[in-house]
């Protein structure tokens, strides 16, 4: 049985043989073609891409470090200035800094109750020996606040020369900002308060960004000491003399009670950068005229001055008889050459009396302003003008909570105008009356009647700060299309005026040459 069941078994094996070792000969088959067209491909891919990638790495590399070493060889390297003092000036530093630690724990303490000007020696971060000037209380505040910022102090005083040197009169006293830098410091203050720094980083940041102005640096250096001080934004911007126009601070100060400080910083830049336009394009539109101008009267005493005394002397030497136009044009000729510097001198003269004037003496400037307003075209660009700084910041001073009479007070700072001054007083006095803010703006012929009716809407609805806002927005762009109308009209009617002048002339002292050839015929 054993037997049979063996043979049996080889007998299978005999015949599945021959199939296993074909099978074998086709997958060792196959495995040489996937060796020969697959793996083989696959290893040269994956050796070149790894030369590929060598090669481009070390390229890389040899770019990176001669890129930086073109930014190393171009940049500018700040050496650190060493500074070295003799062992004497040490020696009296040190002899000034133990009398004034002796001084402040006596009579240095001393707060006084108004500000003074304190001068200073100390030694800044770097190692520099520096003396400046600085507003304060007492000298134990300066003293805190120097060395608060890195200083090292040897000398603090103070004295009534220093005071009457710096004070807000004086030439060395800090000046307003312009409204450009004003743009600029606003901000700029924001973005720093957005990004994190708090109020007293940020004016010491843009104390770094204004080298070169000694007054304004002081000033923003004396915020940043009252600040450290404890004392309020707006407090230490009033301080600052003319530094600040009174709108920001009482702006500041709402801005303060509110919590929105960031935010009235930002309606005040965009505020200041709209009068900014405004003034611009006012400027604009005059700049043309009187470049015009200048220009016409040049060549009209050009002319009267060089050409006509030509032909005047052709005259004399051919006996020709002149008169009318031409003996007016000769005579006229004649009296500015014999006079032109006498003529030029009380030229100057008037022109300085009348802005001395204007500047000084409140009656004279005040009849200038409403002759000026009374002239065609002149009086809607000044209205125009005044009306939009007027609602555009009294919009400001309402929707930050400014109290009314606070905000007249501030409006009639703003302009130099003494008709609108007139009527804002008169609206002082109108609240105070307990009666309404249009009654002063009422039948008044400075104030156009769809500035009247809205401001009575903004009354009645209970909406006054958006109706002001809409005020300023009109009136705006009515000043912006009349002053491009008037930059359209007024060079027109130069260049004609320029023309017809200058034909006059030209014609008066050609027509005696038409009677000189007549007698020569």
Same mark, same amino acid.
């Given at each position: 049985?054993?037997?049979?069941?063996?043979?049996?078994?080889?007998?299978?094996?005999?015949?599945?043989?021959?199939?296993?070792?074909?099978?074998?000969?086709?997958?060792?088959?196959?495995?040489?073609?996937?060796?020969?067209?697959?793996?083989?491909?696959?290893?040269?891919?994956n050796f070149l891409s790894y030369r590929l990638d060598k090669i481009y790495r070390s390229t890389k590399d040899? $770019?990176?470090?001669?890129?930086?070493?073109?930014?190393?060889?171009?940049?500018?390297?700040?050496?650190?200035?060493?500074?070295?003092?003799? =062992?004497?000036?040490?020696?009296?530093?040190?002899?000034?800094?133990?009398?004034?630690?002796?001084?402040?724990?006596?009579?240095?303490?001393?707060?006084?109750?108004?500000?003074?000007?304190?001068?200073?020696?100390?030694?800044?971060?770097?190692?520099?020996?520096?003396?400046?000037?600085?507003?304060?209380? #007492?000298?134990?505040?300066?003293?805190?606040?120097?060395?608060?910022?890195?200083?090292?102090?040897?000398?603090?005083?103070?004295?009534?020369?220093?005071?009457?040197?710096?004070?807000?009169?004086?030439?060395?006293?800090?000046?307003?900002?312009?409204?450009?830098?004003?743009?600029?410091?606003?901000?700029?203050? #924001?973005?720093?308060?957005?990004?994190?720094?708090?109020?007293?980083?940020?004016?010491?940041?843009?104390n770094t960004q204004i080298k070169g102005n000694r007054a304004r640096e002081r000033a923003f250096q004396s915020?940043?000491?009252?600040?450290?001080?404890?004392?309020?934004?707006?407090?230490?911007?009033?301080?600052?003399?003319?530094?600040? =126009?009174?709108?920001?601070?009482?702006?500041?100060?709402?801005?303060?009670?509110?919590?929105?400080?960031?935010?009235?910083?930002?309606?005040?830049?965009?505020?200041?950068?709209?009068?900014?336009?405004?003034?611009?394009?006012?400027?604009?539109?005059?700049?043309?005229?009187?470049? @015009?101008?200048?220009?016409?009267?040049?060549?009209?005493?050009?002319?009267?001055?060089?050409?006509?005394?030509?032909?005047?002397?052709?005259?004399?030497?051919?006996?020709?008889?002149?008169?009318?136009?031409?003996?007016?044009?000769?005579?006229?000729?004649?009296?500015?050459?014999? $006079?032109?510097?006498?003529?030029?001198?009380? %030229?100057?003269?008037?022109?300085?009396?009348?802005?001395?004037?204007?500047?000084?003496?409140? %009656?004279?400037?005040?009849?200038?302003?409403?002759?000026?307003?009374?002239i065609p075209i002149v009086k809607n660009v000044i209205i125009y003008k005044e009306i939009t700084i007027f609602?555009?910041?009294?919009?400001?001073?309402?929707?930050?909570?400014?109290?009314?009479?606070?905000?007249?007070?501030?409006?009639?700072?703003?302009?130099?105008?003494?008709?609108?001054?007139?009527?804002?007083?008169?609206? @002082? $006095?109108?609240?105070?009356?307990?009666?309404?803010? #249009?009654?002063?703006?009422?039948?008044?012929?400075?104030? =156009?009647?769809?500035?009247?009716?809205?401001?009575?809407?903004?009354?009645?609805?209970?909406?006054?700060?958006?109706?002001?806002?809409?005020?300023?927005?009109?009136?705006?762009?009515?000043?912006?299309?009349?002053?491009?109308?008037?930059?359209?009209?007024?060079?027109?009617?130069?260049?004609?005026?320029?023309?017809?002048?200058?034909?006059?002339?030209?014609?008066?002292?050609?027509? =005696?040459?038409?009677?000189?050839?007549?007698?020569?015929?």
């Open positions: 049985m054993d037997t049979v069941k063996n043979e049996n078994n080889n007998l299978i094996n005999i015949l599945i043989f021959p199939f296993y070792t074909i099978l074998n000969i086709l997958v060792f088959a196959l495995k040489g073609f996937k060796a020969c067209f697959y793996d083989l491909w696959v290893i040269l891919y040899g $770019n990176i470090d001669e890129t930086m070493d073109i930014y190393e060889r171009t940049k500018k390297i700040k050496k650190k200035k060493e500074y070295k003092y003799s =062992p004497k000036l040490l020696a009296k530093l040190e002899k000034e800094k133990a009398l004034l630690t002796e001084d402040l724990q006596k009579a240095g303490a001393t707060r006084s109750k108004e500000p003074h000007i304190y001068y200073f020696k100390a030694k800044d971060k770097e190692g520099k020996i520096v003396t400046e000037t600085m507003a304060g209380f #007492s000298k134990l505040d300066i003293n805190s606040f120097l060395l608060n910022e890195g200083y090292e102090v040897y000398m603090i005083k103070t004295n009534a020369f220093l005071d009457s040197l710096y004070q807000k009169t004086s030439i060395f006293g800090v000046k307003r900002m312009s409204t450009k830098d004003l743009i600029f410091w606003l901000t700029q203050l #924001s973005t720093y308060i957005k990004a994190g720094l708090t109020l007293n980083e940020s004016i010491k940041i843009l915020i940043s000491y009252e600040l450290t001080l404890g004392e309020s934004f707006s407090v230490a911007m009033e301080k600052q003399g003319e530094l600040f =126009p009174p709108l920001l601070i009482n702006m500041i100060k709402a801005a303060e009670a509110s919590g929105t400080l960031v935010e009235t910083l930002d309606d005040m830049a965009n505020y200041y950068t709209e009068i900014n336009t405004t003034r611009k394009e006012m400027i604009s539109a005059m700049t043309y005229p009187a470049i @015009i101008s200048v220009f016409a009267l040049a060549v009209i005493t050009f002319i009267l001055l060089y050409v006509v005394p030509q032909f005047t002397e052709i005259y004399a030497q051919n006996d020709a008889q002149i008169s009318g136009l031409t003996l007016m044009i000769v005579n006229i000729s004649d009296f500015l050459k014999k $006079n032109i510097l006498l003529i030029g001198l009380v %030229l100057i003269l008037i022109v300085l009396l009348i802005a001395i004037a204007y500047k000084s003496i409140k %009656l004279f400037r005040t009849y200038f302003q409403i002759l000026l307003m009374h609602s555009k910041t009294f919009s400001s001073l309402l929707k930050n909570n400014v109290f009314i009479t606070e905000s007249m007070g501030i409006l009639s700072k703003i302009t130099n105008n003494e008709i609108y001054k007139a009527i804002l007083y008169r609206t @002082i $006095n109108n609240i105070v009356k307990g009666e309404k803010i #249009s009654e002063a703006f009422k039948d008044h012929w400075a104030i =156009p009647d769809v500035a009247y009716y809205m401001i009575v809407t903004g009354e009645s609805t209970g909406r006054l700060a958006d109706m002001m806002q809409k005020v300023s927005e009109y009136y705006q762009e009515m000043h912006r299309n009349i002053v491009n109308n008037l930059k359209a009209f007024i060079e027109p009617i130069m260049i004609t005026f320029l023309s017809v002048v200058v034909g006059i002339i030209i014609i008066a002292v050609i027509i =005696p040459m038409f009677g000189m050839y007549e007698q020569i015929k």
